[in-house]
T-cell receptor, first 111, second 112 residues
Framework: QKEVEQNSGPLSVPEGAIASLNCTYS??????FFWYRQYSGKSPELIMS????GDKEDGRFTAQLNKASQYVSLLIRDSQPSDSATYLC???????????FGAGTTVTVRA | DGGITQSPKYLFRKEGQNVTLSCEQNLNHDAMYWYRQDPGQGLRLIYY???????QKGDIAEGYSVSREKKESFPLTVTSAQKNPTAFYLC???????????FGPGTRLTVL
């Protein structure tokens, strides 16, 4: 069973601050890494994917991957109240059709 | 309009009844998945299908059944054998260059 662990929440940050979410995984052959945002009562929405070591930036979101440490993170800069949601980390191995999900970290951005 | 549709959005079932949740996609994706999500928990894989007329059990398949007669459709039946079926059910497909997974809007099932 592949394990994906996320830092326990909830995470509360003031508006305009940086929210930092962490995710570790147990399977060393994992190749693809995804961050999903899930608003309460809604389905998950893919916001970032990363496949190689380093940083990947998309607007206010930055994903960071370190395969040696089996660690992937998501930074949300200039946090807005609309960023309040649960963020799910997901991991996929090469050639595998399945994703393994973490339990999620709930972020609350307070105005 | 391309996408993944699930119906119904809300479903109420009496104990002992079987119910079928619909999932349709027009993205031309080969792989389709069913997940279950319980409050405060992550997603758990029920079944998945990589091609028509073939499917595999996920981590929590007991009490569920699926079929994949068409590429566009992957219905999930929650049988009376599923002891705790109240949950949020999510259908997903995989596609694109990096096999990213996309979700439908979900069906919330409540057993009365």
């Amino acid at each position: 069973q592949k394990e994906v662990e996320q830092n326990s929440g909830p995470l509360s940050v003031p508006e305009g601050a940086i929210a930092s979410l962490n995710c570790t995984y147990s399977d060393r052959v994992s190749q693809s890494f995804f961050w999903y945002r899930q608003y309460s009562g809604k389905s998950p929405e893919l916001i970032m994917s990363i496949y190689s070591n380093g940083d990947k930036e998309d607007g206010r979101f930055t994903a960071q991957l370190n395969k040696a440490s089996q660690y992937v993170s998501l930074l949300i800069r200039d946090s807005q109240p609309s960023d309040s949601a649960t963020y799910l980390c997901a991991v996929k191995s090469s050639g595998d059709y399945k994703l393994s999900f973490g339990a999620g970290t709930t972020v609350t951005v307070r105005a | 309009d391309g996408g993944i549709t699930q119906s119904p959005k809300y479903l109420f079932r009496k104990e002992g009844q079987n119910v079928t949740l619909s999932c349709e996609q027009n993205l031309n994706h080969d792989a389709m998945y069913w997940y279950r999500q319980d409050p405060g928990q992550g997603l758990r894989l029920i079944y998945y299908s990589q091609i028509v007329n073939d499917f595999q059990k996920g981590d929590i398949a007991e009490g569920y059944s699926v079929s994949r007669e068409k590429k566009e459709s992957f219905p999930l039946t929650v049988t009376s054998a599923q002891k705790n079926p109240t949950a949020f059910y999510l259908c997903a497909t995989t596609g694109g260059l990096y096999n990213e997974q996309f979700f439908g809007p979900g069906t919330r099932l409540t057993v009365l």
